[in-house]
């Protein structure tokens, strides 16, 4: 704004606002008059002239010719307020379809949410709850939109979001092309992991991956995706986004995982020459339970027997771990006998990809934190708030609207007018 327009501004209201002292009520008068100013020229610019007028007649999806039928008015909720913007209105007489092409060119939606409004919606929706996300669009933007308006936002962006991955994973099973790769890592990490979620029919699982790797000067990338189903699906969408972080071009791949059979199904089918390492707090996990099972949780003995344990595994003696597992067998009965069974098949399983002494002088992360953070993250931070229960197309939709947020591309995103799709 230059200086004449600020002169105006302040000869027009400066008086008034003079009066007002307090420096919080000041500015929020400022801010009321600047989105009063910014309300009226928006409705001044879009009332010029109608719009999305293509001649009397245009092509229709059907094969058929839409015919105009005349300019018809639109309510559009904004950041600044409501305004109203007239827009030509085509109707097929073949399929009765009818359509407004300004809306779809303008980036709007069955709504009446304008795109920045929306994308404000969605952004405090990607991390409070559809009734806090609500509360806040009032309190910061001074609109009212209802939570069942932004639920409904969610559902729409996030599903077009989860189609167009599945329209990646057809186009590539289709040409049999991998994405490009949008960097060049020396060593790729590809850690998975799983987590729940509560929908309507009960807790389902929600599968997780962080690709990261280090860049020149040790700065660090990292890209996560996840899905709700089936592991093979899931693996896929891996895979695909390992390409783009890299995969084909890296010299060294690093798969982290919890050594469960989804995950070794995924490691062989899509990860093949990667150094598969069995996330070192899982198999630790795996002792301490059996040391609970057998001695009692809390107990002195329990420590004792799961702490010299611990240190056979860190040194990647798992042989030896393993004849001392054969050995306690006998004589034991129930669950303690369950307990031993269960972790001598998790360890004889895992054995090769235990070899922490080893993994560890290579200077490979043993760890899953990265994925099991981005459960906690991703997934737990949003979809598992104190009461919520959720269809799968509402967890679904946020999670990948979620994803979205946190990988960048949020902007690429709201970019592609998603709510016209």
Known sequence: MDSTMEERLEEAYGDELALVEDMGSLEAAVTAL?????????QRVLGRKPHGYEGSRRPCACGGQQR???????????????VEVSRAYYHCPRCQASEAPYDARAGLGPEQLSPGLAKACCLLAVEDSFAESAEKVAELLGEAVSAKTIERLVHQVGSRLSAQQEEQLATFRRDRQPPAAQAHPERLYVAV?????HER???????????????????????????????ESFGWQVWLGACRCGLREAAEVVFLGDGAAWVRAQRQQHFRRATFIVDWYHANEHVWNCGKALFGEGTLQAEAWSEERESWLWAGETGRLLEDITGQLAGRRGAKREALVSLHRYLRTNQQEMRYDLFRAQGYDIGSGAVEGACKHVIGKRLKQSGMIWTREGSSSTLALRLAWLNGEWSRLWASKPLAA
Not at 34 to 42: P, T
Not at 193 to 197: E, I, N, R, V
Not at 204 to 219: F, M, P, S, T
């Open 193 to 197: 992991d799983g987590t729940t979620a």
């Open 201 to 231: 029919d009960g807790w389902h699982e929600a599968k997780v991956g962080r690709l990261y790797w280090q860049e020149e000067g040790g700065v660090r990338q990292d890209w996560t995706v996840g899905r709700f189903g089936d592991g």
């Open 34 to 42: 600047m989105r009063s100013l910014g309300r009226g020229l928006l």
């Open 68 to 82: 105009f039928v005349g300019y018809r008015p639109r309510r559009i909720h904004t950041m600044v307020g409501w």
